[in-house]
Nanobody
Framework: QVQLVESGGGLVQAGGTLRLSCAAS????????MGWYRQAPGKQRELVAA?????????ADSVKGRFTISRDNANAKNTVYLQMNSLKPEDTAVYYC???????????????WGQGTQVTVSS
């Protein structure tokens, strides 16, 4: 199993910054992708940013130029970060860490989700 522990959410004023962290642990053979989704009240969960092992990174149009995703693989930390700058009230949501990984070389790739961290941006 893969466990994801998120941190870094909170309340910030519009224009402010936050940095989310997500550490993956457990039985991990290979992580194929890591990223962040968010879900605002009454809305569907949406992709914020995600990166794969081949180096490709996708951002939601609404966060391009403001958010940056990065990953720390040193010493098997398997940690993904989301640096959020110039935050807007419409960024308010629960942010979920996402990992696509194999637990063994012979298992299928599975999706794993963190418990979510609240980000609230006041106007």
């Amino acid at each position: 199993q893969v466990q994801l522990v998120e941190s870094g959410g909170g309340l910030v004023q519009a224009g402010g910054t936050l940095r989310l962290s997500c550490a993956a642990s457990g039985t991990i053979f290979r992580i194929n992708a890591m990223g962040w989704y968010r879900q605002a009240p009454g809305k569907q969960r949406e992709l914020v940013a995600a990166g794969t092992n081949d180096g490709s990174i996708n951002y939601a149009d609404s966060v391009k130029g403001r958010f940056t995703i990065s990953r720390d693989n040193a010493n098997a930390k398997n940690t993904v970060y989301l640096q959020m700058n110039s935050l807007k009230p419409e960024d308010t949501a629960v942010y979920y860490c996402y990992v696509a990984a194999r637990t063994e070389w012979y298992t299928n790739i599975r999706d794993y989700w963190g418990q979510g961290t609240q980000v609230t941006v006041s106007s």
